[in-house]
C-alpha cells in the first residue's frame, strides 16, 4: 500500500455507483487493505438496497487520522487512538471496524532479543493504536525507554529494520505474515502484552462519521457497514476482485490470511467486549498520559 500526502488522494470512479437516497454520496476514505475492500465492497458497488452512495478515496491510516482532527470527508476508518481528539464531531459506528484476539501489532528487529533501551524505533503513526499498544508495553518492559521515533508508511518500515536504518520497526496488517521474508525476528506481540494484561479484544481501527449527518443517517451507515460485511461473508468471491485490485503486492493467500485475521464478529458488531476494550484502551493510554480523557458518553451512538 502506498501512503498518500495530505494534499493527494486517490479515488476509485468505480464506487460511485450505487443504489444510494438520490443524494450526494457520501465522502468515505479507508485504506486499500483487504480487510476494509471486503467489508466495503458490496457497499461501495451498490449491493446493499437503501444505502447512501459511496465516493471512495483510498488512504494510509495516519492520513484518515489527520482528516479526521481537520474534519474533512463524511465518514473514515481511523485509528481508535485518534478517537480521543475527535469525537466531539464524530461518532464512533458500532460496526465496520477492525477489532479482534491475535491480531496486535508486532515489534520486529533483524537479530533477536534486542534490549530497545535507547534504540531508534521507526512505526507507522503516533496517533495510532498500535503506537499506544507500543507505548503501553515499553512501560511495562522497557523502563529505560526507547530513544528516537520515527514516523514512516508501514509498507516502508520492514525494509528500514533489515537494511539497518532503524533499530526495529512497529508493523501492522500483512507484516505480520511476511516479516520472515526481511530476514527479521519478532522481538514482541503488542496484542499479546494487551490481552495478557486485559483479557480483552485488540481495539485497531475505528469506522467514524460526522455527527452533524444526523442520527437518522448515523444509524444508515452502521446498518450499511453491518449489511456489507454480512454480504462479503455470505458470498466471498464477490468481492475477490475489489480486494486483489488494491492488495498490490500480495497474493491471494497473504489477503485471505489478512482478512481472515481482521474481519470477525467485532466488525459486524462491537458489543459489550469491544467497547470494554476500545474505553479500556483509551483510559489507560489517558493515564500514561498520552491522549486526552475521554468524556463519559464520548463513545455513545445514537
Known amino acids: 500500500m502506498t501512503a498518500l500526502n495530505e494534499n493527494e488522494t486517490e479515488t476509485d470512479p468505480g464506487t460511485r455507483a450505487g443504489t444510494g437516497t438520490g443524494a450526494e454520496p457520501l465522502k468515505i476514505a479507508y485504506s486499500p487493505c483487504p480487510n476494509d475492500t471486503f467489508v466495503f465492497?458490496?457497499?461501495?458497488?451498490?449491493?446493499?438496497?437503501?444505502?447512501?452512495?459511496?465516493?471512495?478515496?483510498?488512504?494510509?491510516?495516519?492520513?484518515?487520522?489527520?482528516?479526521?482532527e481537520r474534519g474533512e470527508f463524511d465518514v473514515l476508518k481511523v485509528s481508535y487512538a485518534v478517537l480521543p481528539y475527535v469525537l466531539d464531531?464524530?461518532?464512533?459506528?458500532?460496526?465496520?471496524?477492525?477489532?479482534?484476539?491475535?491480531?496486535g501489532p508486532l515489534v520486529l528487529t533483524r537479530e533477536p532479543g534486542v534490549d530497545l533501551t535507547g534504540r531508534t524505533v521507526a512505526v507507522p503513526s503516533e496517533r495510532s493504536t498500535a503506537y499506544l499498544l507500543?507505548?503501553?508495553?515499553?512501560?511495562?518492559?522497557?523502563?529505560?525507554?526507547?530513544?528516537?521515533?520515527?514516523?514512516?508508511?508501514?509498507?516502508?518500515?520492514?525494509?528500514?529494520?533489515?537494511?539497518?536504518?532503524?533499530?526495529?520497526?512497529?508493523?501492522?496488517?500483512?507484516?505480520?505474515?511476511?516479516?520472515?521474508?526481511?530476514?527479521?525476528?519478532?522481538?514482541?506481540d503488542m496484542g499479546e502484552h494487551w490481552e495478557s494484561t486485559t483479557g480483552l479484544p485488540i481495539p485497531l481501527g475505528a469506522i467514524i462519521a460526522k455527527r452533524a449527518l444526523g442520527d437518522d443517517t448515523l444509524?444508515?451507515?452502521?446498518e450499511s457497514a453491518r449489511t456489507s460485511v454480512r454480504a462479503a461473508w455470505d458470498d466471498p468471491e464477490a468481492s475477490r476482485a475489489y480486494v486483489m485490485e488494491h492488495a498490490q503486492e500480495m497474493n491471494v493467500s497473504v489477503a485471505n490470511q489478512h482478512i481472515g485475521l481482521y474481519v470477525n464478529e467485532f466488525t459486524a458488531d462491537l458489543g459489550e467486549d469491544g467497547y470494554a476494550a476500545v474505553r479500556g484502551l483509551l483510559t489507560r493510554a489517558a493515564a500514561e498520559g498520552l491522549v486526552p480523557a475521554l468524556a463519559p458518553d464520548a463513545l455513545s451512538f445514537p
Not at 457497499?43 to 459511496?54: D, I, N, Q, S
Not at 508495553?137 to 528500514?160: K, N, S
Not at 444509524?219 to 452502521?222: D, H, K, P, T
Open 134 to 188: 507500543f507505548r503501553l508495553w515499553t512501560a511495562d518492559v522497557v523502563p529505560g525507554g526507547v530513544g528516537e521515533i520515527v514516523v514512516m508508511p508501514f509498507h516502508e518500515i520492514m525494509p528500514a529494520v533489515r537494511d539497518g536504518k532503524v533499530d526495529a520497526g512497529l508493523v501492522i496488517h500483512e507484516a505480520r505474515f511476511t516479516y520472515q521474508n526481511y530476514g527479521l525476528h519478532k522481538l514482541a
Open 219 to 222: 444509524r444508515l451507515l452502521a
Open 41 to 68: 465492497d458490496a457497499w461501495a458497488h451498490g449491493r446493499v438496497p437503501g444505502a447512501p452512495a459511496l465516493d471512495v478515496t483510498f488512504a494510509d491510516i495516519d492520513i484518515t487520522n489527520g482528516m479526521a
Open 89 to 103: 464531531e464524530w461518532a464512533l459506528l458500532p460496526c465496520g471496524g477492525a477489532l479482534g484476539r491475535g491480531c
